[in-house]
């Protein structure tokens, strides 16, 4: 440890000026690493995004063509089964204990509009 009252006014003006230096060194290397963060966490965010957008129009695709290909079986159901067509979800299963569910109306869509709670930047 240094004893800083035995020190002349020059050399405690030299230590003051290195603890400057040495502190603003500090606060650069932050700021370079809280930049790169930013960086980083954008770059994440649209990739992510636009990864998340693109599953969507996938999944919206894949139920347009199951909502398709069940229509006709959702028809011949409800002339067999005699109920009127006001049942919000269908249940189809295979011998091998398959299920498919349909509901109405469809959700789907990705809105960016869900958070995460307790999340910060």
């Not at 002349?8 to 700021?31: D, N, V």
């Not at 509009?113 to 999340?119: A, I, L, W």
Request: charged letters at 40%; hydrophobic letters at 30%.
């Amino acid at each position: 440890m240094i004893d800083v009252s035995k020190m002349s006014q020059h050399e405690k003006e030299e230590l003051f000026k290195q603890l400057k230096e040495e502190e603003a060194k500090k606060m650069e290397a932050r700021e370079r690493e809280l930049e790169l963060y930013k960086e980083t966490k954008n770059k994440l965010v649209t990739e992510t995004a636009k990864k998340m957008e693109n599953l969507t129009s996938l999944i919206s695709r894949a139920k347009a063509d199951v909502y398709h290909d069940f229509s006709t079986l959702l028809r011949l159901k409800g002339e067999l089964y005699r109920y009127r067509d006001s049942h919000k979800s269908h249940s189809f299963s295979n011998e091998l204990g398959q299920t498919i569910e349909i509901s109405f109306p469809p959700v789907h869509g990705w809105d960016d509009t869900d958070t995460c709670r307790g999340c910060e930047d």
